[in-house]
């Protein structure tokens, strides 16, 4: 059996521990889970799938519940800065010491059974919410849903908060096969709040084959611009936010209300005053510069993006800082993010075999955007200090694509002050 006193070993471990770094599947995370007991007595569980806004649902969900005076653990993916960061107890990360001590019991446990890093880290997180007693435990979808690691425990609502065409080498091409996928996580005669308005045709379908009872936006939940028509009849005015998108924060709302926990109007205006979530068109000034941070890696979120801009123009010039995993609509993404700028700059962020290289996306840019200025960096510092290099007081900087990417500017920013 393996042991190890510091979590980054650790962790190097699990990346070596299982031939597929994504390999869909329940057999083997179940049956490790039934020999930790996590099947049975555990934490009331909410379960969110989605192509995007999946974090910012679990982010709201959480941060009301924790109002609410409820124990609340989050498990989320991936993370930005720090492994904690997934597994959050009670608005607190997980300690180092909580996850090598539940590191140690899995490993124990699964014997001779492989585990993917994304099983390990996500039974780790039910181990920890069930020895801490949370009262609920919230759980984002890692990949699809059906064959996702969290799906291995069942949950008592779940949420889809979107589809959209991400991942389709294993959920498959179109929104019509993907749709049922993400609506696996949802359980016979419980509720899934629905908050996409134009379905798959799939979907409801699927929901119904479960025996599922779905709220869907647009037919029995209401929103127009901030605001929200619960499936009560009730009414809220959701506060505006600059960073997270309306539906994300109406399905956490939404979800309260069919749970019976559902917040007056002074609990929303009180909850939702200054909240942001880390990462999610993040805004800040830096340098005398606009920054931007969006973990937007994929087409609807680098649409939801743009569209923030335009809806915040900026003075000063826009300078682009990105970098993306290789298997991502990086043809689309980048067409979308031309409209913002022309002067790129990509950083190596040393993210491992599934990057693209800053070569590979320069070659790209340029091939859509001839006109386009890129340039290159063997590092997240050097990208930094490049885009400050080139910018002037006033110009906005937007940081976007993977969340490596995100978290390596995030960490440079905390270092500079």
């Known amino acids: 059996m393996k042991s190890f006193e510091d979590l980054a070993d650790w962790l190097s471990h699990l990346e070596t521990l299982h031939p597929k770094s994504i390999d869909l599947g329940l057999t083997r995370i179940t049956t490790v889970a039934e020999r930790l007991g996590l099947r049975q007595g555990k934490p009331l569980t909410i379960t969110v799938a989605g192509t995007n806004g999946k974090g910012s649902t679990v982010a709201t ?32 990360p997980a300690s180092d010491t909580q996850i090598l001590a539940a590191f140690a019991e899995i490993e124990a446990a699964r014997a001779s059974i492989t585990l993917s890093y994304f099983e390990f880290a996500t039974l780790a997180a039910l181990l920890i919410f069930k020895q801490e007693a949370v009262d609920w435990q919230i759980l984002e979808v890692g990949l699809g849903g059906r064959l996702d690691a969290v799906n291995c425990v069942d949950t008592d609502l779940a949420i889809v908060t979107s589809i959209g065409l991400d991942h389709t080498e294993w959920l498959g091409e179109t929104r019509e096969e993907i749709a049922p996928e993400k609506a696996g996580v949802a359980r016979q005669d419980k509720p899934v709040i629905v908050a996409e308005s134009a379905l798959p045709s799939t979907l409801l379908p699927a929901l119904d084959a479960i025996g599922a009872r779905p709220y869907v936006l647009g037919r029995d939940w209401r929103l127009e611009d901030w605001r929200l028509e619960l499936p009560t009849g009730r009414c809220i005015d959701l506060p505006a936010s600059y960073s997270l998108q309306a539906t994300n924060i109406a399905a956490a709302v939404v979800a309260l209300e069919v749970l019976g926990l559902g917040p007056s109007q002074e609990e929303v205006n009180l909850a939702l005053a200054g909240f942001s979530v880390p990462g ?36 000063g010039a826009t300078h682009l800082l990105f970098g993306a995993m290789a298997d991502k609509p990086l043809h689309d993404m ?38 386009a200025h890129t340039r290159l960096y063997e590092s997240p510092e050097g990208a930094h200090e490049g885009a400050l290099e080139m910018t002037e007081p006033g110009d906005r900087i937007v940081v976007f694509g993977s969340f490596v990417t995100i978290g390596e500017q995030m960490k440079l920013m905390q270092q500079h002050g």
């Open 280 to 315: 999610r068109q993040f805004r800040f000034t830096h340098q005398n510069r606009e920054w931007w941070l969006d973990v937007s890696h994929n087409r609807e979120s680098v649409a939801a993006l743009l569209e923030a801009l335009d809806a915040s123009p900026c003075e």
């Open 61 to 92: 969900l959480q941060h009301f519940l924790k109002r609410q005076g409820a124990s609340v653990g989050a498990y989320t993916s991936p993370h930005l800065i720090d492994f904690n960061e997934r597994i959050v107890v009670r608005g607190v």
């Open 334 to 371: 980048i067409s979308l993010a031309s409209a913002a700028g022309s002067v790129w700059h990509l950083p190596d962020n040393h993210a491992g075999d599934r990057a693209a290289t800053p070569v590979a996306l320069a070659d790209l840019i340029n091939t859509l955007d001839p006109q």
